[in-house]
């Protein structure tokens, strides 16, 4: 991003969504001495909790981003809108003249990822992606630290999140768990796409070869499964190869009756990293071959609106490094669709291992916990097992 002349000492943003995680932007930046909101954009902004102060306050209201900019513009925008939406939404809003922060995941197709770095590159803007753990110091030592060879060459990354998801997770929007919208747009909501997309992204985005960048990856191939009455899948074992022959596991599911992670065990040739949120070891904790260790910060306890705090400033003074924009994001968009091709049709769990909580409205799979445990302990993938649900994904070569 070029260095902007001007030092701005209050900055003008727009907010593209304020339902769901954007009412959090709102309730931050209603109390903000660095910045101020000169618009909302939303098709249905009173089920915001922060409608009515918005009201009182006078912010102006708008039923989409084309009206907005027709008479205001923005410094930042900041866009938290369904995510077959924010491709579109980043590009216009660049090509008016804001900055934007665009909420994770970047977009759902890599064709749209190279117009948002091309409309990004053309603007003389930034674009942030919102991945929160990429923004966070921790993260940041931690990155630094691989970058700079103290743990050695990585051999292995994995991560399991089983995270629990009741029926009113998929009923809470009409694009949740859809793979296509009512048009026949691309959407595909998924376990490893919105709710744990951290998670995935995060081991790509630590092997990149720069603060920001991602590692490239060279294969892909996914399991996809379903329990939960949706079009897309809840539950994915993915397996990818990166740079160097490196091999990166994720495992993540939401037809589980309890939550565990994210968990992960990143194996280097001096040290092992790990995570996990079990009592007493809420950390990051590399152990060294030679018995010491350092522990970093565990960044799910840091601001998880410092992703915020370092757009600010770069729109302020042009001169913050953002971290995370569409290059460190292109790693997770890619694997995403590698994903579907890996496994075009997702496989629906034998009716016979589905359980429902009804009071609970809780959809899961009997031994699914246990299995996927099992799968990121011994590093493989479901179908290396004798399971009569299982299916083994297509192998998904990229070129780079």
């Not at 931690?142 to 029926?167: C, E, F, M, V």
């Not at 799968?375 to 070129?399: H, N």
């Amino acid at each position: 991003m070029k260095e902007e002349s001007i030092i701005k000492s209050n900055v003008s943003i727009v907010l593209i969504g304020i339902g769901g995680y954007g009412d959090l932007y709102v309730s931050h930046l209603l109390d903000s001495s660095e910045a101020s909101i000169v618009g909302v954009v939303d098709i249905n902004p009173q089920k915001s909790k922060n409608y009515q102060t918005i009201i009182e306050r006078q912010i102006p209201v708008f039923s989409s981003i084309e009206t907005f900019y027709e008479n205001w513009s923005a410094d930042l925008a900041i866009i938290s809108t369904p995510i077959h939406l924010h491709a579109d939404q980043t590009c216009y809003a660049l090509t008016h003249g804001s900055h934007v922060l665009c909420e994770k995941p970047m977009c759902t197709t890599v064709e749209d990822a190279e117009r948002m770095i091309a409309t990004r590159n053309a603007s003389n803007k930034f674009l942030a992606i919102g991945f929160n753990w990429s923004f966070q110091p921790s993260i940041q030592a931690l990155k630094h630290d691989i970058q700079n060879g103290l743990y050695g060459k990585p051999k292995r990354l994995k991560t399991i999140a089983l995270w629990p998801r009741t029926g009113s997770y998929f009923e809470r929007a009409p694009w949740a768990g859809r793979k296509y919208g009512n048009n026949g747009e691309l959407i595909i909501d998924s376990v490893a796409s919105n709710a744990c997309a951290h998670y995935l992204h995060h081991m790509f985005y630590l092997l990149g070869a720069t603060t920001e960048e991602s590692a490239h990856l060279q294969q892909v191939t996914a399991e996809l499964y379903r329990a939960n009455p949706i079009e897309n899948f809840d539950t994915c074992a993915v397996k990818t190869i990166i740079d160097e022959g490196v091999e990166v596991l994720y495992y993540a599911t939401h037809a589980v009756p309890e939550t565990f992670g994210p968990h992960f065990t990143f194996e280097f040739e001096h040290a092992t990293i790990s995570y996990t949120q079990e009592e007493g070891s809420n950390s990051v904790v590399a152990h060294f071959h030679d018995g010491n260790k350092k522990t970093y910060k565990d960044p799910r306890t840091e601001d998880p609106l410092h992703k915020l705090s370092i757009c600010i400033e770069a729109a302020k003074s042009g001169k913050q490094v953002i971290y995370c924009g569409p290059e460190a994001a292109y790693a997770h968009t890619l694997c995403i669709n590698s994903m579907h091709h890996s496994m075009p049709e997702i496989i629906h769990f034998p009716d016979t291992l589905i359980q429902h909580d009804q009071q609970k409205d809780l959809t899961w799979v009997e031994g699914l916990s246990e299995t996927l445990m099992k799968c990121f302990e011994e590093s493989r993938m479901p179908s290396e097992y004798q399971l009569d649900w299982a299916k083994e994904g297509k192998v998904i070569t990229l070129s780079n």
